[in-house]
């Protein structure tokens, strides 16, 4: 059986970073976007919109099942290159958006409490607003799934274009458990 919404590997940047590209995002774009509309935001930093301090049991329309295959084959690939045939577990601990307009930015952080972060570029109108990180250059564009060690540094630049950038941001560790459990 062949998978519907399928993310193709692309290359490694380093030993742990993906990129990873949607094969068929055109076609599930608008729909991501019109449903990310549909979800109640906040606006945290200098985040022009975002649910990531929205109630974590509130339905996130655009996490639907055609995202979480992609999910799931990028995941299970990072599995097979990280680990071969030893069966460990994925853990996805959250995600959420951010729409970045005009003068928006996200500073320098990394996140705690997970092994991997991911991006995937819904809208990216211009390369140069693309995920940043200290010591690392990505090729990443629309369409593309990046996913990286948490510890990594990184920040999202100030837009300075009219047009918005918006992504889905995860988090996930890999393992016997779930970080956190006893």
Known sequence: ?????????????????????????????????????????????????????????????????????????????????????????????????????????FKWHTHDKTNFSGIYYISLPYKKYRTEFLSLKTEAQEGNILIFPAFLAHRSPINKSIKNKTVLAFNFSLGYRNLGSS
């Open 1 to 105: 059986m062949t998978n519907t919404w399928n993310c193709k590997f692309l290359r490694k940047i380093n030993d742990y970073v993906y990129l990873f590209n949607v094969e068929k995002h055109k076609q599930l774009k608008n729909k991501i976007l019109k449903n990310i509309q549909a979800t109640p935001f906040t606006k945290i930093d200098n985040v022009y919109k975002t649910d990531w301090e929205i109630d974590y049991y509130l339905e996130r329309k655009y996490w639907d099942q055609n995202i979480q295959e992609i999910f799931n084959n990028c995941t299970n690939f990072i599995k097979k290159d990280l680990y071969g045939d030893i069966e460990f577990n994925t853990f996805l601990h959250n995600y959420w958006f951010h729409i970045y307009n005009k003068n928006s930015e």
